[in-house]
């Protein structure tokens, strides 16, 4: 494809990103499914294109705006490459309207507009700080609150592409073996610095088209995942449940911590994420996962397992902010009204998860929210109502169970950030039921 014909069919693709609710990255799949022509190498630059806008969304607004302009998915993608990418007015022109595939030429009133634009950079001292960090005014005071003097930090790191982590299936090979054969394939990886089965990517490669992960030696899956499955303790002969298991990437976990000895029961209300897992499952080698699709989170089911599990993970659903790296577009579809249903919902399935919990046993609530009104406030609530249960530290539970340093700023729970840790931001609770005396 000529550099146009990119520019084009990103145009297309961020017209369909901006028109839906669906996830982008599914969009960007369907788009290149039905356009089977388009080679990798231009793939990832449109993809590059359509991301590069997503991530530089309320800047572009705000210049697109300050330049006394309309804003439409053409305009930003244009925008981006004059004020991101520093591409020159003249080069830019010169793509436009000169070919069968190109987009069309721009009109008096979009030409005013690159002209303007063409002699500024992204970021500029007059963007308010919600514009020049990229988040919805609305949450800036409770992320505020949540992160305090890290703010500016965590969501400077928070804008930028998220690197690629992998955790090595230990029922099938060592993270030395999966390595070297990784290697094999041209794919260089670190360890790790907390995951003791994690190998980072520097840039996105080809992960999924590699003999070792059709062989599942591998997953993809976040550092911070991988350590709220580690924290669970899910050990060999055990009765686990993963509440929340929607496509099972934790459930994997569990299970290879649990070396396929032991029940685990992989839950959800969304049988249709329940059914992708099987697939994974297969590929890992992993045969002692029983799947359960509940009716809710009130499911008479959980009344006839009272208190029978020895584990209990509660991957909670959550505003995904903690990932706004990896879906960009999901800062700026959330609303106070999604956050507040959301704090409800949680409640409710901490509520009925812990029902589960046998005495001994322990209850491990997670998010991949930065909030703390989703996080501390959750599970101080909970604590609250229930003095049967007890927070295990996970300063304490990091050296009974993982060889690795205890990240910075570990306390009573579990919290990474992008900034301070390289991994997606997560949080983690261990709460343990105490035992009945007498």
């Known amino acids: 494809m000529t550099p146009a014909a990119r520019m ?27 356009r089977r022509y388009i080679g990798a190498k231009d793939r990832r630059d449109i993809t590059l294109q359509c991301y590069g806008a997503l991530r530089s969304h309320a800047r572009l607004d705000w210049w697109i705006r300050t330049c006394g302009a309309e804003v ?21 022109r010169e793509r436009l309207g000169t070919g069968k595939y190109a987009p069309a030429a721009p009109d008096g009133e ?28 609305w949450l800036m005071e409770p992320l505020s609150h949540a992160l305090g003097e890290r703010l500016e930090l965590e ?12 955790r090595v299936n230990t029922l099938k090979a060592e993270l030395p073996q999966v390595r070297t054969a990784l290697a094999e394939e041209g794919i260089e990886t670190e360890p790790c610095p907390w995951s003791p089965l994690g190998l980072r990517i520097d840039g996105r490669r080809p992960v999924a088209a590699t003999r070792a992960f059709r062989d599942g030696l591998l997953e993809v899956q976040d550092e911070g995942s991988q350590l709220v499955a580690l924290l669970a303790d899910a050990r060999p002969g055990l009765r686990v449940c993963d509440f929340c298991a929607g496509a099972g990437g934790k459930t994997l976990a569990l299970a290879a911590a649990m070396e396929n000895k032991g029940q685990l029961l992989a839950c959800d209300v969304l049988d249709k994420r329940l059914n992708r897992s099987s697939v994974r499952l297969r590929r890992a080698g992993v045969h002692n996962v029983t799947r359960r699709a509940l009716s809710s989170e009130r499911d008479p089911w959980l009344k006839r397992h ?21 879906n960009p577009e999901g800062k700026w579809r959330f609303s106070p009204e999604d956050l507040s249903e959301l704090l409800d919902l949680q409640a409710r399935i901490l509520e009925s998860a812990a029902r589960l919990v046998k005495p001994g046993g322990r209850l491990v609530y997670a ?8 996080n501390e406030q ?11 249960f007890a927070v ?23 919290r990474l950030f992008p900034a301070a840790h390289g991994t997606d931001g997560f949080f983690a609770a261990v709460l343990e039921r105490q035992e009945v005396e007498g």
């Open 155 to 166: 969501l400077t790191a928070l804008r930028e592409a998220a690197v690629v982590d992998l």
């Open 306 to 326: 009272k208190q029978s599990f020895d584990r209990v993970l509660v991957d909670a659903p959550c505003s995904g902010s903690g990932t706004w790296r990896r």
């Open 392 to 414: 295990r530290p996970v300063r304490t539970l990091w050296t009974e169970l993982l060889p690795t340093t205890l990240p910075e700023g570990q306390g009573d729970y579990l």
């Open 367 to 374: 998010t991949c929210s930065l909030l703390r009104e989703e």
């Open 72 to 92: 439409t998915p053409r305009r930003q993608i244009l925008a981006w490459r004059l004020l991101a990418l520093g591409e020159s007015l003249e080069r830019l």
């Open 8 to 34: 084009q069919a990103a145009i297309e693709l961020y017209e369909g990103m901006n028109g839906t609710q669906r996830p982008s990255d599914r969009v960007a799949a369907d788009y290149f499914r039905q």
């Open 378 to 388: 959750q599970v101080e609530a909970f604590l609250a109502k229930h003095s049967e």
């Open 110 to 137: 979009e030409m005013e507009l690159l002209q303007c634009l063409s002699t500024h950079t992204l970021d500029h001292p007059d963007q308010p700080m919600d514009v020049a960090l990229e988040m919805p005014e």
